[in-house]
């Protein structure tokens, strides 16, 4: 042992843990070369009846999520967070929360329930080619 007290390694090794976690932190508000973007081609996201008429269905892999009006009519947005390019995680009925910073979302307008977003989420075109779900950039 080099004499020093067992606090001081202890002290070294707090540090050497809340710097981790301080850099996950950094991580998962979206490091600039890590940050999301909505989708820039149309995408497939699955079958037309995986989604039932008055329901909303996030789609975690595309970051894209569609909701289908009672009268069978498509919208679809991006689920990448407004306010620091987040993947919005989690759907509770048709509210988008984004795990970052709390950022809440409205599934079928895109429009900002809470802050600290202050942008809607971005329309997609979204179709329906055979029975399948494509989303993509608005033309």
Known sequence: M????????RTVLRGVALTSVAGLGLTACGAPEERLA???????????SEIAPG???LFRDHNVVVSRGADD???????VCTHASCAVGKLEGTKLICPCHGSEFDATTG??????????LTPLSV????????????A
Do not use: D, H, M
């Open 2 to 9: 080099s004499g020093r007290p067992a606090a001081s390694r």
């Open 38 to 48: 909505p989708p820039t081609e149309p995408v497939e996201l699955g079958a037309e």
């Open 55 to 57: 329901s909303t269905k």
């Open 73 to 79: 009519s498509f919208t679809a947005y991006s689920t």
């Open 111 to 120: 429009k900002v329930l809470r802050e600290p977003a202050v942008a809607p």
């Open 127 to 138: 179709e329906v080619r055979n029975g399948t779900i494509i989303a993509g950039p608005q």
